[in-house]
């Protein structure tokens, strides 16, 4: 089954920029989704299909896809940016929708 | 405002079958742009996709899943449903359903519900 592999987690100071990345065989070909989900929430849906962004979701947060890593990136991180992010993608020759195992994203 | 909200049993032994509902207000589950989908998380760890329905019975489940689920829908109710089989410890978790978009990505969830599979 198609595998995606994010890094567990990632720190970033407020202001600066954090890049949480998802790895997986040619995901360039693929449509990439990214939610957001802080503790004891539902997942949001925060990046559609690579890098639109749904209403209300701010400009700060993008999404790129290229080759085998796609990324999500959240410029002028905020206090409340804290929470887990999870790419996910469907996969043709599994038949299978799969999320990464998700990142804790930490705003010291 | 579309809304999901699942329901069902917070306890359930090992053997048994997991019963959950899905009912969605503020819309119409007869829509032939979405599919509507369970996930389930379980304590600490990530989420997992289990299976989809459209409003018209057709499904497909997450092949690691597919002996064990069947997800059904009653549009006279607007909700749809999902059992699982031979639940063991392993699958306690919050599970959630969602709808599912034409890009095959979920834009809207339910809150989640905990269930628990212990004696």
């Known amino acids: 089954s198609y595998v995606l592999t994010q890094p567990p987690s990632v720190s970033v100071a407020p202001g600066q920029t954090a890049r949480i990345t998802c790895g997986g065989n040619?995901?360039?070909?693929?449509?990439v989704h990214w939610y957001q989900q802080k503790p004891g929430q539902a997942p949001v849906l925060v990046v559609s299909?690579?890098?639109d962004r749904p209403s209300g979701i701010p400009e700060r947060l993008s999404g790129t896809n290229s080759e085998n890593t796609a990324t999500l990136t959240i410029s002028r991180v905020e206090a409340g940016d804290e929470a887990d992010y999870y790419c996910?993608?469907?996969?043709?020759?599994?038949?299978?929708?799969?999320f990464g195992g998700g990142t804790k994203l930490t705003v010291l | 405002q579309l809304q999901l909200r699942e329901s069902g049993p917070g306890l359930v032994k090992p053997s048994e079958t997991l019963s959950l509902t899905c009912t969605v207000s503020?819309?119409?589950?007869?829509?032939?742009?979405?599919?509507w989908g369970w996930i389930r998380q379980t304590p600490g760890k990530g989420l997992e996709w289990i299976g989809s329905?459209?409003?018209?019975?057709?499904?497909y489940y997450n092949p690691s899943l597919k002996s064990r689920v069947t997800i059904s829908v009653d549009t006279s109710k607007n909700h749809f449903s999902l059992n699982l089989s031979s639940l063991t410890a392993a699958d306690t978790a919050v599970f959630y359903c969602?709808?599912?978009?034409?890009?095959?990505?979920?834009?809207?969830w339910g809150q989640g519900t905990l269930v628990t599979v212990s004696s």
């Open positions: 969602a709808r599912r978009t034409g890009l095959l990505s979920f834009d809207y």
């Open positions: 503020g819309g119409s589950i007869s829509t032939s742009s979405y599919y």
């Open positions: 329905i459209n409003y018209s019975g057709s499904t």
């Open positions: 040619n995901i360039g070909y693929k449509s």
């Open positions: 299909d690579d890098s």
């Open positions: 996910q993608v469907w996969d043709s020759i599994s038949d299978c929708l799969v």
